[in-house]
């Protein structure tokens, strides 16, 4: 199908420049951007008064914990995981997660939210709720286990990862989850490596979320999670690691030298109170640095505009320096960094031609964009997830002018909630 995109205010995220044009797709690429008269479309989307760009990526998450919403806040970090969430999560079934990553995915898709990485269980719901929804998705299923103990998780994953990698259009891609190394000894860490190698996957895994977390390794091991993964060769995967927020300056310079992305989840270490990664540091010494929302259950929503906003105003504050992470690059984080953190880059993440037509657009007639000094800041410090209007993936169109079409949204807000109570009642 040939869509037109006509007449938005165009950012494509190779700079910061704003355009004002349209942008042509055929199938599921952008064949232009700016004007072609001999362009004939099979459908035109209208983008008049609105700002055009990448979708967003989240590049860590828990998608069916949107079912564990509200069910355990203000707690201290350990009593919230070890107390309260992992018992719950044990008396989830196959069709809760299917249930909870479809609540996620419509969330997602409203937030402007065109990819994720999702790390969780019964992983082959989650690529049915995916590939029903046309949305992108990294997927892993969360791996744990001692020695010899756990073993049939990574035969799972493997198996996971032949059936669906690479499916739904290439929409899917399977990477594998080591869930973090308190929860994974040496030896299971080396039989994941073993399995993975000669395969086109990454790692997803937590890394140094919590003081606690960096005292046990240094306990355990004399070294801190991060150099501890460094010396056990995990890093010779293309890695990806969510949190990283308690590092030393040795700690940095191995995620540069070992090109490990850092995905910030500000909202959710901020609730859970484990702290603020140094993300100037990071971003200084070159390691490329993206944001998501981790879990709802942890946040408690998906919001990627709350987390670009968060993750510049956060650090802000914490450098006592207003100049750190300023607006593009927050939108950075959260578009091209997230892509090239999941191996994407050069799929999605800018709007370029040849590139996939993963596009949001987003209105800009709300009281809060006005006036309009600078458009690319009041995406940061002004836009909310409520302003995205269209939404388009691989050139699917799933949300226009804020109706949802590839779902039912009544239909998958009643069953989520149903779904809630039936394992709480459990």
């Not at 990477?175 to 395969?199: E, N, Q, R, S, V």
């Not at 969510?242 to 609730?271: M, R």
Request: with cysteine.
């Amino acid at each position: 199908m040939n869509i037109l995109i006509q007449g938005g205010n165009i950012l494509t995220m190779e700079s910061e420049e704003i355009q004002v044009g349209d942008i042509g797709i055929v199938d599921d690429r952008i064949a232009f951007i700016g004007r072609d008269e001999t362009f004939v479309p099979d459908k035109v989307i209208s983008a008049d008064d609105c700002i055009v760009m990448p979708g967003l990526v989240n590049a860590h998450t828990h998608s069916a914990m949107t079912l564990l919403r509200n069910y355990a806040d203000d707690l201290l970090f350990w009593d919230w995981l070890e107390g309260t969430i992992l018992p719950i999560e044990d008396k989830l079934t196959g069709e809760d997660v299917y249930l909870g990553a479809k609540l996620a995915i419509a969330e997602m898709i409203r937030s402007g939210i065109t990819t994720f990485a999702d790390m969780y269980m019964f992983m082959d719901d989650v690529a049915r709720a995916v590939e029903e929804t046309g949305i992108r998705a990294n997927l892993s299923q969360g791996i744990t286990g001692q020695g010899e103990e756990g073993i049939e998780k990574i035969e799972e994953s493997l198996s996971f990862y032949h059936k669906w990698n690479g499916s739904n259009d290439g929409l899917i891609r399977v990477d594998f989850a080591p869930h973090a190394p308190y929860t994974c000894d040496d030896a299971y860490i080396g039989h994941i490596m073993d399995t993975i190698k000669g395969l086109d996957t990454r790692i997803h895994t937590h890394l140094s979320e919590s003081r606690d977390e960096v005292k046990r390794s240094l306990e355990l091991h004399g070294t801190t999670p991060i150099a501890h993964m460094r010396d056990l060769g995990l890093f010779e995967f293309p890695t990806y690691a969510a949190h990283c927020v308690h590092l030393t300056d040795e700690d940095i310079e191995i995620l540069k030298q070992n090109n490990v992305s850092v995905i910030n989840n500000p909202g959710s270490n901020f609730k859970i109170a484990n702290g603020f990664a140094p993300v100037k540091k990071l971003l200084q010494a070159g390691v490329n640095v993206s944001v998501a929302t981790d879990g709802a259950a942890s946040n408690n929503n998906l919001n990627m505009f709350e987390e670009m906003n968060l993750a510049a105003l956060a650090n802000k504050a914490v450098e006592e320096d207003a100049t750190t992470v300023p607006a593009y690059t927050a939108l950075s984080m959260g578009t091209i960094n997230g892509a090239r953190a999941l191996g994407l880059e050069t799929q999605i993440g800018t709007l370029a031609v040849g590139k996939k037509a993963d596009i949001i657009i987003i209105d800009l007639s709300k009281p809060h964009f006005y006036p309009r000094f600078n458009l690319i800041s009041s995406l940061i410090y002004s836009a909310q997830a409520g302003d995205v209007k269209t939404v388009l993936c691989n050139g699917q169109v799933l949300m226009q002018d804020y109706e949802l079409l590839t779902m039912n949204e009544k239909e998958v807000l009643t069953e989520a909630d149903l779904a809630a109570a039936r394992f709480k009642n459990r």
